[in-house]
């Protein structure tokens, strides 16, 4: 499948310019991104940034994401309020919010490099991303269960594209028949074979590509894991979704523009 790498215009090497400006004169150009296909699978990935550019970004979002805290940093579990094994936030389009686990997440408004990074992840994947989830695992200890998507809002023509900073993690699709562990008898009555889980590599610098139908036949996850650190032990990761912008009541009225 041909995908896009994102290229700098100027020299890698070192400029005195604004990361967000570096950013801005970034171009795409069409390399080729892996493909990963399983039933009901479709998955494109590849490392995106040069390593410094990577480097510069991480320590950026180490520097200026502020997470949620209280009750927007809790999910439900069993009808108990428990905190999330991770931080996290939102940024995207005003008005949006994204629900999951009893927990409704706000979009807080884009600061700019957030937004130049979303729209570039938007290029990459030929979509208009408008929300982007942020995660943060301080170290391998931090993870995200297995889950599928389930936001009522998220464009289910859209792929989701999460772009990793940092430690690198290991990141496992699991198919729903497996994980249900429903054993079904197929004409000749012996036992359905179950789809292998598929396991992917998520390192500094890369994007993944989750395309439909994948999120609705595969439960996905961030498990703890034990890590050797090589720019550190903590990622962060960035999932830019598309959410409807139906959800927002008010929308006819609102003045801004969708970008
Ligand atoms: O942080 C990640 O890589 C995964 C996040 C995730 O599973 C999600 O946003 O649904």
């Known amino acids: 499948m041909e995908k896009f790498i994102v290229r700098s215009g100027v020299n890698d090497a070192g400029s005195s310019d604004?990361?967000?400006?570096?950013?801005?004169?970034?171009?795409?150009?069409?390399?080729?991104?892996r493909s990963i296909s399983?039933?009901?699978l479709r998955l494109s990935y590849g490392v995106v940034l040069p390593k410094k550019l990577a480097d510069e970004?991480?320590?950026?979002?180490?520097?200026n994401i502020e997470y949620n805290s209280g009750e927007l940093a809790t999910v439900q579990m069993f009808g108990k309020t428990v905190p999330i094994p991770r931080r996290q936030t939102a940024y995207g389009d005003?008005?949006?919010?994204y629900t999951f686990s009893g927990n409704t997440l706000p979009a807080n408004p884009w600061p700019p490099l957030m937004h130049r990074l979303c729209l570039l992840v938007s290029d990459v994947a030929d979509v208009k991303f408008n929300f982007v989830?942020?995660?943060?695992?301080?170290?391998?200890?931090?993870?995200?269960?297995?889950?599928?998507?389930g936001e009522k809002d998220l464009d289910r023509t859209a792929p989701i594209a999460s772009l990793t900073l940092g430690a690198a993690r290991d990141f496992v699709f699991q198919h729903q028949s497996a994980r249900k562990r429903k054993l079904t008898d197929n004409a000749a009555g012996s036992e359905r074979k179950l789809p292998e889980n598929v396991k992917l590599v998520l390192e500094h610098g890369s994007l993944l590509l989750m395309h439909p139908p994948t999120?609705?036949?595969w439960y996905h996850s961030l498990p703890g894991q034990q890590?050797?650190?090589t720019v550190s032990t903590q990622s962060t990761n960035a999932a830019a979704r598309s959410l409807?912008?139906?959800q927002i009541q008010d929308y006819g009225q609102l003045k801004y523009k969708k970008t």
Do not use: W
């Not at 400006?21 to 390399?31: A, D, G, I, N, T």
């Not at 989830?133 to 998507?149: E, F, I, T």
């Open 18 to 33: 604004s990361l967000e400006r570096r950013l801005e004169q970034f171009s795409l150009e069409k390399v080729a991104m």
């Open 38 to 40: 399983a039933p009901n």
């Open 57 to 63: 970004l991480y320590s950026h979002c180490e520097s």
């Open 94 to 97: 005003h008005g949006l919010t």
């Open 133 to 149: 989830l942020v995660n943060r695992y301080k170290d391998g200890q931090d993870y995200v269960g297995a889950h599928r998507d």
């Open 215 to 217: 999120n609705s036949c």
């Open 227 to 229: 890590i050797e650190p």
């Open 244 to 246: 409807n912008y139906s």
